[in-house]
């Protein structure tokens, strides 16, 4: 499903080489993917939802916007990862991707008030966050980031979660699905080494 999106994007191009690209994704996105703050505290599952179920019932929020921005932009030839924004009341989750040597804020989450502005798609470089757009900046400015999350919550951990994962993990990081039959194929195999063990 995300390839044909994809292809269908970028045309007969190999990859998303041009900022236009970039932007026809993002438009995609935020006109595919939709939120509703209503269902901000509905139980969601731990891994949250895969990309291809955000993309076929149309919701989800920021981190799964996200998610299915990383994948494409990977799949489509553009390094891509995860970000989180922290502020001082809320948090954000956008994308950072390589484009000619550099990389760039993008977010496709159809949030007006932190709306990436087509003009602006390839032109915001991840150290300039306070640049990004934020018309919540009086009530909550964008204070700090990470890429790893859950290394930022643990002190002795915390200089990883400026990591950029190469591209095989920023894969399997995004796909729920896949992080699940990983577990379970690691758990089948610890139960056969047991059995041999016992007998």
């Known amino acids: 499903m995300l390839i044909n999106i994809i292809n269908e994007i970028k045309g007969d191009k190999s ?4 900022i ?3 932007t026809v994704l993002k438009k995609y996105l935020s006109k595919n993917i939709n939120y509703d703050t209503a269902k901000r505290e509905a139980k ?10 955000t993309l076929k019932t149309g919701f989800g929020f920021c981190g ?5 921005a990383v994948l494409m932009l990977n799949y489509g030839g553009i390094k891509a990862g995860r970000v989180y924004l922290f502020g001082n009341r809320w948090n954000h989750v956008v994308v950072e991707h390589l484009y000619n040597d550099k990389w760039y804020l993008f977010d496709a989450h159809n949030d007006p008030g932190v709306m990436l502005p087509d003009a602006k798609v390839a032109k915001i470089l991840i150290e ?11 009530q909550n400015e964008w204070v700090a980031s990470c890429r790893i999350k859950i290394a930022r919550k643990v002190s002795m951990l915390s200089g990883v979660s400026q990591w950029r994962l190469p591209k095989p993990f920023t894969i ?4 729920p699905d896949l992080i699940m039959a990983i577990a379970f194929l690691m ?3 610890a139960l056969l080494i047991l059995k041999q063990i016992m007998i």
Do not use: C, K
């Open 172 to 175: 399997l990081v995004e796909s």
């Open 64 to 68: 799964e916007n996200a998610r299915v």
């Open 187 to 189: 758990a089948g195999i």
């Open 44 to 53: 969601r599952p731990l891994l949250r939802q895969p990309a291809a179920t």
């Open 15 to 18: 990859q998303f080489a041009s």
């Open 20 to 22: 236009e690209s970039l």
């Open 128 to 138: 300039d966050i306070s640049s990004f757009p934020n018309e919540y900046r009086d």
